[in-house]
């Protein structure tokens, strides 16, 4: 206990010393000099005139003084929103026949019901830019189509076998095949994006960019925070997020148009279960035009961790290492050469006002 104690003491001292007077030179600034808040031993490499931060370094890190000094976690979050605000809907505004932008969503059970129906609010809000959002939900039976607003358009993908673990992977490349725009966003069900997002991913993508990664800041709300907002009890910035996260990458959520995503073969469905596909997508997107300057926040909602996270020794590490071993041109040559995306079973697509059979099912 003391030990713990004289830690954090000594972790907050050197923030005081050494963070608080540029975190405050930053927050207080004109214009989005915040976005270059990093911790003391990062690197961060601006954007073409100026927009955003590509982070030199590999794999996320977490920023260090908000930890030790919650009010500057709070207060980043504030500036970011007040830029880029979170505008939650139950349905946009308009209607398009033809999207730029479509969202992709995978999602299993009841669970992260309520983290779905809330990103979806954030995607609904989106402005100044034609979209729509595909959910694939990859269950034993159709469990959240009839909970899902009208406006999204809902694929339920049978399993293969019934204790088959979430194949985020097969779950994009099924939403990529159906979505009727040029533009993807591969998005979790779990975040929620701000007003403009859709519309700077489109702006990247008429300036010639294939991907695009936009996110600078990750906020994670607490358990507590992520169930008073499902009840509308507070706010976003009602208090200070647990952590902040940036060089997310491809996790999260990323764009890339649909001609690139079939070109580098989609994800690599033989990651079964939790984690490590995002990275080594990540590695055959770099043979594209990447826009890698994030200058956008998201906020993350809790939930419980993925089954099997914190074991190093999980199947689909072991499986990330022995891809990566091969060389990125050969892996596009293989995943191009498999029949990815394939719904091995028919599937029901509900758009707008409809339901329909997939046009690409089995008989």
Same mark, same amino acid.
């Given at each position: 206990?003391?030990?713990?104690?004289?830690?954090?003491?000594?972790?907050?001292?050197?923030?005081?010393?050494?963070?608080?007077?540029?975190?405050?030179?930053?927050?207080?600034? @004109?214009?989005?000099?915040?976005?270059?808040?990093?911790?003391?031993?990062?690197?961060?490499?601006?954007?073409?005139?100026?927009?955003?931060?590509?982070?030199?370094?590999?794999?996320?890190?977490?920023?260090?003084?908000?930890?030790?000094?919650?009010?500057?976690?709070?207060?980043?979050?504030?500036?970011?929103?007040?830029?880029?605000?979170?505008?939650?809907?139950?349905?946009?505004?308009?209607?398009? @026949?033809?999207?730029?932008?479509?969202?992709?969503?995978?999602?299993?059970?009841?669970?992260?019901?309520?983290?779905?129906?809330?990103?979806?609010?954030?995607?609904?809000? !989106?402005?100044?830019?034609?979209?729509?959002?595909?959910?694939?939900?990859?269950?034993?039976?159709?469990?959240?189509?009839?909970?899902?607003?009208?406006?999204?358009?809902?694929?339920? +993908?049978?399993?293969?076998?019934?204790?088959?673990?979430?194949?985020?992977?097969?779950?994009?490349?099924?939403?990529?095949?159906?979505?009727?725009?040029?533009?993807?966003?591969?998005?979790?069900?779990?975040?929620?994006?701000?007003?403009?997002?859709?519309?700077?991913?489109?702006?990247?993508?008429?300036?010639?960019?294939?991907?695009?990664?936009?996110?600078?800041?990750?906020?994670?709300?607490?358990?507590?925070?992520?169930?008073?907002?499902?009840?509308?009890?507070?706010?976003?910035? !009602?208090?200070?997020?647990?952590?902040?996260?940036?060089?997310?990458?491809?996790?999260?959520?990323?764009?890339? +148009?649909?001609?690139?995503?079939? @070109?580098?073969?989609?994800?690599?469905?033989?990651?079964?279960?939790?984690?490590?596909?995002?990275?080594?997508?990540?590695?055959?997107? @770099?043979?594209?035009?990447?826009?890698?300057?994030?200058?956008?926040?998201?906020?993350?909602?809790?939930?419980?961790? !993925?089954?099997?996270?914190?074991?190093?020794?999980?199947?689909?590490?072991?499986?990330?290492?022995?891809?990566?071993?091969?060389?990125?041109?050969?892996?596009?040559?293989?995943? +191009?050469?498999?029949?990815?995306?394939?719904?091995?079973?028919?599937?029901?697509?509900?758009?707008?006002?409809?339901?329909?059979?997939? !046009?690409?099912?089995?008989?």
């Amino acid at each position: 206990m003391f030990n713990d104690f004289f830690e954090h003491s000594r972790n907050l001292l050197g923030v005081l010393l050494k963070d608080w007077r540029r975190y405050r030179r930053a927050l207080t600034g @004109q214009g989005a000099s915040y976005l270059s808040l990093r911790n003391r031993d990062e690197l961060l490499e601006a954007g073409p005139d100026g927009k955003g931060y590509r982070c030199d370094w590999q794999w996320t890190s977490d920023l260090h003084a908000p930890k030790f000094l919650p009010a500057l976690g709070l207060r980043l979050m504030e500036r970011a929103l007040d830029d880029h605000p979170i505008r939650r809907a139950a349905a946009p505004e308009g209607k398009s @026949q033809q999207p730029a932008i479509s969202f992709v969503i995978g999602h299993r059970g009841f669970d992260r019901l309520p983290h779905l129906l809330a990103t979806l609010e954030s995607i609904a809000g !989106q402005r100044d830019v034609s979209f729509e959002c595909v959910v694939v939900e990859q269950s034993v039976s159709p469990e959240v189509r009839d909970h899902l607003p009208a406006w999204i358009r809902y694929i339920h +993908t049978p399993l293969p076998y019934a204790d088959m673990p979430y194949v985020r992977a097969w779950a994009f490349n099924i939403g990529a095949h159906v979505a009727r725009a040029e533009v993807l966003v591969l998005h979790d069900n779990d975040m929620l994006v701000p007003v403009d997002y859709a519309k700077e991913v489109f702006e990247r993508f008429r300036d010639g960019y294939q991907v695009m990664n936009l996110k600078r800041f990750i906020f994670y709300l607490s358990e507590a925070h992520s169930a008073a907002l499902f009840s509308g009890k507070e706010s976003l910035a !009602q208090r200070p997020p647990q952590v902040v996260v940036q060089n997310l990458e491809a996790g999260g959520s990323v764009a890339i +148009t649909r001609k690139a995503y079939d @070109q580098i073969g989609g994800m690599d469905e033989s990651f079964i279960g939790w984690g490590s596909e995002d990275n080594e997508f990540w590695e055959r997107a @770099q043979t594209l035009k990447i826009w890698p300057f994030g200058y956008l926040p998201i906020v993350h909602l809790w939930h419980a961790p !993925q089954s099997g996270k914190f074991n190093t020794d999980r199947s689909t590490t072991k499986l990330y290492e022995e891809r990566s071993a091969i060389p990125v041109i050969d892996r596009i040559v293989e995943l +191009t050469a498999r029949d990815f995306g394939n719904p091995r079973s028919c599937l029901v697509v509900r758009r707008p006002s409809s339901v329909v059979r997939h !046009q690409s099912c089995a008989e």
